[in-house]
């Protein structure tokens, strides 16, 4: 039975999504071990979307059951009208349900994503929106100079070679500096980056003016809701893994996949080391530093500490993840 009228019947406008959602999934379940810093990093992935998005947009964060201080945090920022779409999943679904999600249900007409530990320089939104007025039928933009394998952006070289407007290049056309800058955020080795570094061609494509590496990365980006919506539903049998896929249905389908040659965003990991000293300027924070090593790292030096060390990590971890259910 409805006793009255619904006073919401008389409401006559009601506000309309930004042409921009930005998302962001995160997932810290505790505050040690590997996430012990790992809400220091997600506080400042946040602090620069509303310091340094200087076109309109909305906030979407995709929590995927992450330990209550966290929950709190994101549960404020949202009552401060921070976050306008705030999705608290009862358990941890993944990166990629938490996309389907995303890509789906976000109102924007473009999805900007990020991992949880992406810090934003200013102007970084603005930029790589740009891109789609510049290029056409545009999958994907990461706001950064990166290298990635020719194979899942072979639509976009095909698409340079056949414009005569276009140039292609190809080479070491990635500075050594820019490539390391992002590979010791990933924990690699310097050694190993070089080798890397040294064994990998990049590829740019210069168009109307704009310089522009092709490929684009997973841990941050841009696309237009529609297109992404294409690759729907992604399939999710791991917490991680199985990126690749949108990747490569993009490329099938013809789309462009694109890397800005200035630094629009930074990758941070799971800690933020130099970056409150050094980064926020958008200078390189990555020093080739040396620091004193404890009597553990001492230990670690030797493999079978070190096997045994991860074995007693992934189980700890494995049996703190299933407690939480």
Sequence with gaps: MRVGRNPAKSIKHVPQPAKVTVAVV???PALAGYYAHSLDVLKVCLESIWDNTNIPYDLMVFDN???????????????????QYLILSEGNIGKLEAWNFIFGAAPGEFIAYADSDIYH??????????VFDTFPKVGMVTGMPLWTPEEFSTSTIQWAQDNPDVRLMRGQLLSWEDYWRHARSLGTSMAEARSQYDENESVQIVYQGKEYYVGAGHFQFVAKRSVLQEALPIPSERLYGG?????????????????????LIQHLGNALGE???????GKSFFKNTKTKKSSLAWFLK????????????????????NAKR
């Excluded at 059951?65 to 009552?79: H, I, N, T």
């Excluded at 320089?121 to 740009?130: D, F, I, K, N, S």
């Excluded at 990126?243 to 630094?263: M, V």
Aim: hydrophobic share 45%.
């Design 65 to 83: 059951a992450s330990c209550q201080e966290v929950r709190e945090y994101l549960v404020g920022a949202r009552d401060a009208g921070n976050i």
């Design 275 to 281: 970056f409150d000293k050094i980064a926020r300027d």
């Design 121 to 130: 320089y200013p102007g970084w939104l603005a930029t790589q929106v740009e």
């Design 302 to 321: 030797f493999k079978v500490f070190r096997m045994i060390a991860w074995k007693l990590y992934n189980w700890l971890f494995e049996v703190l993840h």
């Design 26 to 28: 995160t997932y810290i």
């Design 243 to 263: 990126d690749r896929f949108l990747d490569i249905k993009l490329n099938d389908e013809g789309y462009l996949r694109l890397s800005t040659p200035d630094w």
